[in-house]
């Protein structure tokens, strides 16, 4: 049987595609999602991202390759492999960016891509509960509620900025980000909503949908230059399906380059070199990787205002409690409460910052498998704009071995002076005088590193990813001087029938985290297909 649409991929974006075109119940489509559905009951409770980061049942666990700039230490990079992909294991925070950061898309030749074209898939995607901002959407399958915070906490914190001059931002999802906020999160009714929840749930029914689970795609079939169909395997039994109108490949900023190298639309010479046959010789497949790092403060506290005291015994029982009665309480939380977006410098014209704010420590546990026991605070900075460049490609011919991963953190001296200063602020805000009563011993980076280099040493051996990788399949014009992908249409380069929708596409990163701004790429690619398939 032959499907218009043949969707690979589950997650943030191919969720999306699936349930927006599949309401039209003249197109039949097909979603294969290579891992499994998602039952795991540590997707939904808000604070289990600490348990599925970790859980092969349901995440890829790639690493990247040893790096030098990063102290050789391959890095734990997890992405989602269960329906809903990084949406159903994410930290659910959620920032769209900065309207320059899409502007500067179309100014690279993707018109259509710039933030007030934009903007109108953010406000539909989502349900902004407690927001009346017109830039803000109601109704829409992604709930978005603020943050509680901890009251003392939240009040200091606030205070600090204050005196760091950082202003109170009642929405960094407004077209204004600077300033501190409480984080915005994903969550309805004390639950995650991934993509597979807001969108899958609903369409499920649908009989013109069909999903497969643990259903991996190993390649892209072709006619000619013509994309017709997939080749997956279920177990050990292989698969093909044929798709009428288009294949469309939303498996990530690691699995979409992945396939497409293994379907011979990559670098040439590598991909013969492997001994696969060349469809499209497309150089930018795989390149422009880029990620977000991040470099973590933490400070021990003289009162017991944190969640570290409310995480064992009775207080953690009175926790659970909390939550069953209201979803909310460290089993409801995101792991950060509060974000602070500002500048690396005066000089600088927009906020190329990030701090968050977490109200715990886990120094001796670094995964947050047992908080510390006496109350303390920790922050992650971000350089929001890195300008490192890395690449992703295939090691060999079988689906099932892992690519390369190099996102070359901290190869560009920029990246490295934004994360110094970061550091630096992480320490105002927290020897500030609002933390007076209350600030206890430096834990992390430690009071004995002070000058840029110790600094930029302890982000070399500590700093991790904050999960952001985007770009591999870059968009832009054809001849644009850089080897973009697809072009402002999604479509690959070169081919027919073949579009890539995800975080892959990204041509930069934007100034925030990535999952709301890759389900608005999803409905605005999912428009694009509807209205071509009209014509
Ligand atoms: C641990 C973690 C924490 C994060 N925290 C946040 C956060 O708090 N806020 C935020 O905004 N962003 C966060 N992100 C980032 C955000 O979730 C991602 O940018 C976004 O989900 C990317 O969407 P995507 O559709 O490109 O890829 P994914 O959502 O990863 O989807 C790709 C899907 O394709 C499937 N797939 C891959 N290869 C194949 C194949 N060959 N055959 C079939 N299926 C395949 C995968 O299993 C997966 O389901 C986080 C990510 C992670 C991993």
Sequence with gaps: MAYTYIIVGGGSAGAVVAARLSENPAHSVMLLEAGPKDTNPWIHVPIGVAKTIRNPAVNWLYATQPDGATSNRPMALPRGKVLGGSSSINGHVVTRG?????????????????????????????????????????????????????????????????????????????????????????????????????????????????????????????????????????????????????????????????????SGVGQGQRLRNLGIDVVHDLPGVGENLHDHLLARGAWELTKPISMNERSSGWPLVGQAIKYGLTGEGLLGNAIAHMIIFTRSSPDVDRPDLEITLSPFTATKAIDFKKLDKTPGVFMSCVPLRPRSRGHVHICSADVRDHPAIAPNYLHDEADQRVAIAGLKLIRRLLTSPAFDSCRGAELWPASNKQSDADLLQYVRDTGLTIHHVVGSCRMGPANGGVPAVVGPDLRVHGLQGLRVVDASIMPSIISGHTNFPTIAIAEKAADMIKADAAR
């Design 98 to 262: 900065q309207p320059e950061d899409y502007d500067a898309w179309a100014q690279l030749g993707n018109p259509g891509w710039d933030f007030d074209s934009l903007l109108p898939y953010f406000r539909k995607l989502e349900d902004a509960i407690g927001f009346d901002d017109p830039a803000r959407g109601h109704g829409g399958p992604m709930t978005v509620k603020r943050s509680q915070g901890l009251d003392e906490l939240t009040r200091l914190m606030i205070a600090a900025a204050g005196e760091c001059g950082i202003p109170y931002n009642a929405d960094p999802n407004s077209r204004n980000a600077d300033g501190i906020g409480l984080v915005q999160r994903a969550v309805r009714n004390g639950r995650r909503v991934s993509t597979a929840r807001g969108y899958l749930k609903p369409a499920r029914h649908r009989p013109n949908l069909t999903v497969v689970c643990n259903a991996q795609v190993s390649r892209i079939v072709f006619e000619g230059r013509r994309a017709t169909g997939v080749e997956y395997a279920v177990g050990n039994q292989l698969h093909q399906a044929a798709a009428s109108a288009e294949v469309i490949v939303s498996a990530g900023a690691i699995g979409t380059p992945q396939l497409l190298e293994l």
